[in-house]
């Protein structure tokens, strides 16, 4: 399972690489239920360049 710290470092290393217009969380963390099988879901919404 991923923790949170994970999450916010994973985001922050997406933010500073591609400057992203929007970063999107789904599945079972964004709804609050990850299992120990569970993945990372992100959406990453940029401008075409």
């Known amino acids: 399972m991923i923790i949170q ?7 922050k290393r997406i933010v500073t690489g591609y400057k992203p217009e929007k970063i999107v969380l ?4 964004a709804y609050g239920n990850p299992t ?3 993945d990372l879901d992100l959406l ?4 075409k360049q």
């Open 36 to 38: 120990e099988d569970s």
């Open 44 to 47: 990453v919404v940029s401008k």
């Open 26 to 29: 789904f599945g079972s963390y």
């Open 5 to 11: 710290k994970e999450i916010e470092e994973i985001v």
